[in-house]
């Protein structure tokens, strides 16, 4: 006597896609202190961006921080510059498979 066992199972395999940010800077209404580093830059203030958007830094808002401190002593005050980002958006695209297994 043969027996037949069907089996199936179900995989479920994510892909991620991560969509970019779309990114604004903020601008010099922000008062904060000039602070040492490898050149004299604006900083220390957070929370500027607001509505959910990740502040972050880039080569443009690093200039514009170095440049508000240019000639200016550490401990004075400045304008920050921030880069202002949504979140990266991830999609999840699944794909479902079916393996079939015989036993004769």
Known sequence: MQFSTF???AIILAVASTEAPKCKYAYGSYTAT???G????CGGMTGICGGGLKESFDDVATKAN???CGGIKPGTG?????????????RQILQEETLLSFDD
Request: aromatic share 8%; net charge positive; with cysteine.
């Open 7 to 9: 089996f199936t199972a």
């Open 34 to 36: 000039c602070k040492r």
């Open 38 to 41: 490898n050149n004299i830059f």
């Open 66 to 68: 170095e440049a508000s």
């Open 78 to 90: 400045c304008n920050q510059t921030v880069r202002c980002c949504t979140a990266a958006k991830k």
